[in-house]
């Protein structure tokens, strides 16, 4: 089955800087790559998401890139602000099948 | 529409109790998952449902876990003779499972804490 890792598990940075996080998933037919926000004490919260035909998707601070031959994606947040501090989770589906998450990334925005 | 609501929120039980969380998802969404979250973990997939059939069981869900989703509407998730290693946050999700791939709304959540 499906197995997604995701790094760093703790992520610290300034304030207006941008921050990395990056997830490898093992099967070749997934086709879809969720991002989920989750703040203390709430589910998670889909946040950006990209499907294997494209390469990057956008939408203002948050962008996604997706590499199927290396079968890695990324998310990346610019101009970070303190409340983009939360954990992050990437996961992988092939789209009829459950989403399969990775371990999480704790952001922390430090003002 | 509110999202997805699960009940109770928290639930504190002893050892061999059982336990039973509710999930009402989005209206229109005819899937329902349910999934768990240990703490410092990603999700991890326990079931779903399309409409009212039980589609996939992860091996995580023993014969201790039983879950329901009677006329397609909202879910019931039950643990029986409950273990400390139930203790964890059990979410639920649903989705509009047309064409294309599964884009999940979450509930904020049970979390069972067994004594």
């Known amino acids: 089955g499906e197995n997604v890792e995701q790094h760093p598990s703790t992520l610290s940075v300034q304030e207006g800087d941008s921050a990395v996080i990056k997830c490898t998933y093992s099967?070749?037919?997934?086709?879809?790559f969720p991002w989920y926000k989750q703040e203390l004490g709430k589910g998670p919260q889909l946040i950006i998401d990209?499907?294997?035909?494209?390469g990057e998707k956008k939408d203002q601070r948050i962008a996604v890139t997706l590499n199927k031959t290396a079968k890695h994606f990324s998310l990346h947040i610019t101009e970070t602000q303190p409340e983009d501090s939360a954990v992050y989770f990437c996961a992988a589906s092939t789209g009829n099948t459950p989403l399969v998450f990775g371990k999480g990334t704790r952001l922390s925005v430090i003002a | 529409d509110t999202g997805v609501s699960q009940n109770p929120r928290h639930k504190i039980t002893k050892r061999g109790q059982n336990v039973t969380f509710r999930c009402d998802p989005i209206s229109e969404h005819n899937r329902l998952y349910w999934y768990r979250q240990t703490l410092g973990q990603g999700p991890e997939f326990l079931t779903y449902?399309?409409?009212?059939?039980?589609?996939?069981k992860s091996r995580l869900l023993s014969d201790r876990f039983s879950a329901e989703r009677p006329k397609g509407s909202f879910s019931t998730l039950e643990i029986q003779r409950t273990e400390q290693g139930d203790s964890a946050m059990y979410l639920c999700?649903?989705?509009?499972?047309?064409?294309?791939?599964?884009?999940?709304?979450f509930g904020a959540g049970s979390r069972l804490t067994v004594l």
């Open positions: 999700a649903s989705s509009f499972q047309g064409l294309g791939a599964n884009v999940l709304t």
């Open positions: 990209i499907r294997s035909n494209v």
């Open positions: 449902f399309q409409n009212e059939a039980q589609l996939e």
């Open positions: 099967d070749s037919a997934s086709n879809y």
